[in-house]
């Protein structure tokens, strides 16, 4: 089954907006947290990672929350871009370091 | 460049017969990955190798696929025989272990 899930097939943001892209896990061993970006015709790109002694981590306009007690993890971009229009992937691993992905989340910001 | 490198970019195949895919990770790193990448399931990890072991054999792909790592620089998948549900891109990625992963441009196959 899906180790790590990604509900929301895609997403549509205003040019300036918040744009949240969430995440759920299921196994408790998960130590390591990512997300990925990937424009089409392109292979994905790691953004940001967390690992899980920490809940938070900032990078300019990137944001991860992790939620460890409800296995759930999620992405915020501020003041979100037309560039930022892309297929997002979430991604976790546990000490054996493999790496298993999310479906993706299709972001659009409309200018 | 020194990226992942995989051969080739695309392949057109009948169904049943051998194909082969190629893989050359960084230069330097331990631990090699195939994914299969479709719209409906995302990505699917095939193969997890770390210095050259196999860790991961990829559980429901075992029956027709099958990927080596001869040495640190290069690594195969072997999809035998092919059937047009394997029509999809498979990605090669590398790392040195910390989880992040450097991924090819990936081999569009298409089974007829």
Known sequence: ?111 | DAGVTQTPRHEVAEKGQTIILKCEPVSGHNDLFWYRQTKIQGLELLSYFRSKSLMEDGGAFKDRFKAEMLNSSFSTLKIQPTEPKDSAVYLCASSTGDERLFFGHGTKLSVL
């Open chain 1, 1 to 111: 089954g899906q180790q790590v899930k990604q509900s929301s097939p895609s997403l549509t943001v205003q040019e300036g907006g918040i744009s949240i892209l969430n995440c759920d896990y299921e196994n408790d061993m998960f130590d390591y947290f990512a997300w990925y970006k990937k424009y089409p015709d392109n292979s994905p790109t790691l953004l940001i990672s967390v690992r899980s002694n920490v809940d938070k981590r900032e990078d300019g306009r990137l944001t991860v929350f992790l939620n460890k007690s409800g296995k759930h993890f999620s992405l915020h971009i501020t003041a979100s871009q037309p560039e930022d229009t892309a297929v997002y992937l979430c991604a976790a691993a546990s000490n054996t370091n493999k790496v298993v992905f999310g479906t993706g989340t299709r972001l659009q910001v409309l200018p």
